[in-house]
């Protein structure tokens, strides 16, 4: 029984973070491109800051 919680739980872990590793790199790669474009200072961290908060949150959330 043990050993399939923890399956599940690594199972559940790479089915959040890989979309987030990679939203995480398409929006720093965004939001650098809308910078240059509009030739603005985006605060990148502050919000790759919040995203990663949030969706950390819902996998721990998820996998209680």
Known sequence: MKSMKHS?????G???SVPLLVGM?????????I????SMNILCLYVFGWVFIVRFMEFIICSL
């Open 8 to 12: 599940i739980a690594t199972q559940v």
């Open 14 to 16: 790479v089915i959040f």
């Open 25 to 33: 790199i398409h929006s720093a790669v965004a939001l650098k491109a």
């Open 35 to 38: 910078s240059s474009v509009l």
